[in-house]
């Protein structure tokens, strides 16, 4: 006999001696992939697998349908007001992963003064009503992960000796996590027929997709997607040591696509309603070997709609 079986719809199915046969649902762990995913999510994702959960992830009709649940005058920025949608489309679920974009945030200068940067679990509280509990997770290198992991294990699993199992599997993936970026970056691009300027912005929002979308509208070449992250970083340090570290990302890499040989102009993108972007966009030009030009959401999405250029999905 059978004494247990895990369906596709996400039920479980407990065969007891006598027969009899119970049903309970599995958990099911949301994910938000609008911000920053790629940096965290294939960690999460694996341990929430194998603790027996089902992690779900938004998709493009399910942000869709879920556009209108969101106030945009709660959430004026665009990635925010997406995310937030994303939140409100998983809102059946029994919890949902969100990343903390700053952990551990000591600083009140710069992105920090705006609440979706410094408290982004906090701030999809406030705006979207009815979400499950929010867990938050570090965005970049954590070494708090191991009490982050084994936190969230209690949660699903609910039995001690299975939890110690669970994070010994996960363990050594954890313990590249507190070293490491997990973010993908792009391989050399061809420069010829390609604008000379290169793209800047939050990192958020300079995804894959946009940085494409950019090109292709001939508004830019490079991106800061080029740069790889821990060098950004030290570059922005290095200008100001006082940064946050997503602040710190962006100049640094505005520093060093600027002195790169055929890079005429940076172009930053702004972010709808972003409270933290004009600040941002003058330590950037402060930073700058070259011109510095503002770029706008709208004209990289030029006729299409926004959220078919911004929206970040994990599968579409």
């Known amino acids: 006999m059978r004494c247990w079986r895990a369906s596709s719809r996400g039920a479980a199915r407990v065969c007891l001696p006598d027969g009899r046969v119970l049903s309970s649902r599995l958990v099911r762990v949301g994910f938000l992939t609008q911000l920053l995913f790629e940096r965290y999510g294939a960690f999460w994702s694996a341990l929430v697998a194998s603790a027996g959960a089902v992690a779900v992830y938004p998709t493009r009709d399910g942000v869709m349908g879920h556009a209108a649940d969101v106030d945009h005058d709660a959430v004026p920025s665009l990635s925010f007001r997406l995310a937030a949608v ?6 059946d679920c029994d919890l949902i992963i969100v990343p903390e974009l700053n952990p551990e945030l000591d600083s009140a200068r710069g992105s920090a003064q705006d609440r979706w940067v ?4 906090g701030a999809l509280a406030d705006a979207v009503p009815g979400l499950p509990p929010l867990v938050s997770v570090a965005a970049y290198p954590d070494p708090a992960i191991e009490s982050r992991a084994v936190s ?16 010994a599997r996960n363990r050594a993936a954890a313990e590249r996590m507190t070293t490491t970026i997990a973010a993908p970056r792009r391989g050399p691009v061809a420069r ?5 300027a290169a793209l800047v912005g939050q990192p958020w929002l300079v995804t894959e997709a946009v940085a494409a979308a950019a090109t292709e509208a001939a508004l830019t070449g490079l991106s800061m997607r080029s740069v790889p992250l821990d060098q950004a970083r030290a570059e922005g340090l290095s200008f100001d040591e006082r940064l946050i570290p997503t602040d710190a990302e962006v100049v640094g890499a505005a520093r ?4 790169r040989a055929g890079v005429t102009a940076l172009r930053y993108l702004v972010d709808e309603g972003a409270g933290s972007d004009a600040w941002l966009l003058r330590r950037v030009t402060q930073a700058s070997h070259k011109p510095v030009e503002q770029l706008t959401v709208r004209e990289v999405a030029r006729d299409a709609d926004l959220a078919g250029v ?5 599968v579409d």
């Open 86 to 91: 994303q939140a409100a489309s998983l809102a």
């Open 256 to 259: 060093v696509l600027s002195r």
């Open 192 to 196: 010829a027929g390609l604008p000379s």
């Open 152 to 167: 969230l294990l209690q949660q699903l699993v609910h039995e001690t000796g299975a939890v110690t199992r669970v994070w």
């Open 310 to 314: 911004f929206l970040n999905l994990s």
């Open 118 to 121: 410094a408290d982004l679990a």
